[in-house]
Every structure is written in structure tokens, then in C-alpha cells.
């Protein structure tokens, strides 16, 4: 069969951009990125708020739409949005990532954008957070785009159960989870619970693989030591399989953050990303 679309995610095309640190920004420009991750075969291109505000300097955002345009990348995905639900000065910076995440959803036409939860691991008081998932989902709904909340096993919102008890109490259809195959292995939760996950809750999907031992901190782990798909230990073929029993058949996205992945070129860095993924989903 024909493989479904893949969409290359933020990190997957940043080159030798720094996950850990406070600048987070990819040393490459928005069209050589954008470029290779077209001419690896990607139909869609994920974006960091950082690196947004860089384009858009640059491109403005109509210029943006142009060059995801010019090389075919139709499914767009903007991240990440923290802080939604606190007060304060906390809030006060998380709501102008928001506006500035909204406004471009609207403006590139993207599918989503991707939230996540507390990664103090605070606690999550359901009723207010359901009421902040509901509000921003309208607001997301409003420029034809979806929320999606990235479980996170080191957060208040560790696994796929989570999230998806949090976009239900919300309530709002333009809400629900985006399921990260790291996360969910390393949160240990089998393929079997991911084919009972409603599809109308899906927002997004992403792929990778791993070694089956965590190496330092989960988060450290993630960052440093993603493989490429097909290459670690995690279960994809049968995460894929529950996930298109669910109803999920795309866009697939494809995030990979390793050391290797970063000191590679970006075109072969792009091309490995997509290959090995593709050869999955066919």
C-alpha cells in the first residue's frame, strides 16, 4: 500500500539545536530545513514557538506559509504551550506564547498545536485544568486548529490515560492527546490500550524507537538517545497497528533527538528519519 504522510516534527529537522538549554532555536534556516525535509519525501513540517519567532521575523508569517507551500509540507504542527493553566507571572509569559502560537495556526493553516502539562510534576487539579483544556481548545477551534496534550512520564500528565482523562473532562472535540511512541513506552503502557483510545481524540501521532535501558534521567534519555525507527526496542509495529485500529492513518510525525541525529547534515539527518519510518508504516 501507498504510505501514509509522514510529517518531519521540530526536532527531527533542527539540526544542531539545543533541547536542553534556554535557547533553544536551530542554528538552520526555516527554508533549508523545510527543503530537506521535503525532499525526504515528508508532507508535513512541526515548528518551535522559538523558531517561529525567528521565521517570522525573517518571512513574516505569509512568507512561512510560502515555503511550506513551495515544498509540499500541507500538515502543519506548532509547539509547545506550557503554563496554560497557571496564574501569575507564570501565566502572564505562557499566554503570550499562546497568542503568538494562535496567531500562526491561523495563519499557516496548521493542524495543531501541541501542549503539555506540569514537567514539575505539581499537582493537577482536574476540574480548573479541564476548564483551561476547554478554553484553549475553543480558542484553537476558532482559527481551525486542534489542541493536542503530550503525556510526558516525568509530568503531572505521565500516560496516554492521563491525557486522554483530561481531554474528555474538557469536553471540547477540538481537544484530545498527541501520542509520542517514547512516551508511551516508557510509561509502559501496551499497544492493546492505545486501539482502545477514541479516534475522534487523536490529535497526533509520533514515532521513534529506543534502547530498552533509560540512560541517566528520563528527560536526558529522551533527548540524548532517541533512535532512529526500527533500530530500538520499542514495540512500533504493533503501536501502529492499535493506533490505525483506533482510526489513526495520518499524518504520521516522526521525532527524532539524539546526539547522532544532531551531528549529522540535515539532509541525511531528514532522509534517515523518513526512511526508516516509512518502511515501517508500509
Not at 486542534?146 to 473532562?169: C, Q
Request: glycine fraction near 10%; proline fraction near 4%.
Amino acid at each position: 500500500m501507498d504510505t501514509e504522510d509522514l510529517l518531519a516534527t521540530c526536532w527531527t529537522t533542527a539540526g544542531d539545536a539545543d533541547p536542553i538549554g534556554n535557547d533553544q532555536r536551530s542554528p538552520l534556516s526555516l527554508r533549508e530545513r523545510a527543503e530537506a525535509a521535503s525532499a525526504a519525501g515528508f508532507k508535513g513540517f512541526g515548528l518551535l514557538h522559538a523558531d517561529l519567532l525567528v521565521a517570522e521575523r525573517e518571512h513574516g508569517l505569509a512568507g512561512i506559509r510560502s515555503i511550506f507551500e513551495d515544498n509540499g509540507l500541507a500538515h502543519i504542527e506548532l509547539e509547545a504551550l506550557a503554563g496554560w493553566w497557571a496564574d501569575g507571572p507564570r501565566r502572564a509569559a505562557s499566554d503570550a506564547v499562546r497568542h503568538d502560537l494562535l496567531r500562526a495556526a491561523e495563519a499557516l493553516g496548521a493542524h495543531h498545536i501541541k501542549i503539555h502539562g506540569d514537567v514539575e510534576d505539581g499537582p493537577l487539579h482536574l476540574d480548573l485544568w479541564a476548564e483551561e483544556f476547554a478554553a484553549l481548545a475553543a480558542q484553537a477551534d476558532a482559527v481551525g486548529a486542534r489542541i493536542g496534550i503530550e503525556f510526558l512520564p516525568w509530568s503531572n500528565v505521565k500516560t496516554v490515560h492521563d491525557g486522554l482523562r483530561l481531554a474528555e473532562a474538557a469536553g471540547h472535540p477540538a481537544g484530545g492527546v498527541l501520542i509520542d511512541a517514547w512516551h508511551t513506552e516508557r510509561a509502559h503502557t501496551p499497544p492493546t490500550d492505545l486501539a482502545r483510545v477514541p479516534g475522534s481524540r487523536i490529535v497526533g501521532v509520533e514515532l521513534n524507537d529506543a534502547d530498552s535501558q533509560v540512560v541517566g534521567t528520563l528527560f536526558e534519555d529522551t533527548v540524548r538517545r532517541r533512535r532512529l525507527c526500527g533500530e530500538g526496542s520499542f514495540d512500533l509495529p504493533g503501536i501502529i497497528a492499535a493506533l490505525r485500529t483506533a482510526g489513526w492513518h495520518g499524518p504520521w510525525g516522526v521525532e527524532i533527538l539524539s546526539d547522532a541525529h544532531r551531528a549529522l547534515p540535515v539532509r541525511e539527518a531528514t532522509d534517515a528519519a523518513y526512511r526508516t519510518a516509512a518502511a515501517l508504516l508500509d
